[in-house]
């Protein structure tokens, strides 16, 4: 069984760069598969945020990619999320989540990790 | 940009009946459309993807159809483990796979 656990700090102050692991447990990223970043502001909707490749390779939501960084670590079998010049706007819900296959569909998710960006 | 639309923003059903939610497309995603159900505190979880195979484990009373623009989910005999909320998500054209803003299943 797949299972997927967000870590990170629950506050971030504004101008500062929210940082979040995904670790991955019952599969191993270096076998396969597209690994995803998605948020959800408190009371709204799912944005997606960015998904990685275990080569590497990334795609990023166009509205947020001057400020993402998503990176891989398949020794530790995790991999991460990096949001620079937080605003009180990227408080949210952050969940981590696989990939099904090779369409932008999402079959394993973490329980999400709140992120509030406040001084 | 794909843009996804809800209709309705909520919708009252009693337990056992049937429940359609719809989900519109601002162009064309073909049949690349997923269902989610996400309950109170929890992450949402996959119904549907390819507009109408369902996830592993999902009860046979979801279903999802349509293609294009205009789909449908249905749950067949609502039981009270259904009521949620609901989000289509569109990965046709992508970056960025975008997702509707939801529809709420409430008891009626």
């Known amino acids: 069984q797949v299972q997927l656990q967000e870590s990170g700090p629950g506050l971030v102050k504004p101008s500062e760069t929210l940082s979040l692991t995904c670790a991955v447990s019952?599969?191993?990223?270096?076998?396969?598969?597209?690994w995803g970043w998605i948020r959800q502001p408190p009371g709204k909707g799912l944005e997606w945020i960015g998904s990685?490749?275990?080569?590497?390779?990334?795609y990023y939501n166009p509205s947020l990619k001057s400020r993402v960084t998503i990176s891989v670590d398949t020794s530790k079998n995790q991999f991460s999320l990096k949001l620079s010049s937080v605003t009180a706007a990227d408080t949210a819900v952050y969940y981590c989540?696989?990939?099904?296959?090779?369409?932008?569909?999402?079959?394993?998710w973490g329980q999400g990790t709140l992120v509030t960006v406040s001084s | 940009e794909i843009v996804m639309t809800q209709s309705p923003a909520t919708l009252s059903v009693s337990p056992g009946e049937r429940a359609t939610l719809s989900c519109r497309a601002s162009q064309s995603v073909s049949s690349n459309l997923a269902w989610y159900q996400q309950k109170p505190g929890q992450a949402p979880r996959l119904l549907i993807y390819?507009?109408?195979t369902r996830a592993t484990g999902i009860p046979a009373r979801f279903s999802g159809s349509g293609s294009g623009t205009e789909f449908t989910l249905t749950i067949s005999s609502l039981q009270s483990e259904d009521f949620a909320v609901y989000y289509c998500q569109q990965y046709n054209n992508w970056p960025p796979a975008t997702f509707g803003q939801g529809t709420k299943l409430e008891i009626k």
């Open positions: 019952g599969y191993s990223i270096s076998s396969g598969y597209y």
């Open positions: 390819g507009a109408s």
């Open positions: 990685i490749y275990h080569s590497g390779s990334t």
């Open positions: 989540a696989r990939v099904l296959d090779t369409a932008m569909v999402f079959d394993y």
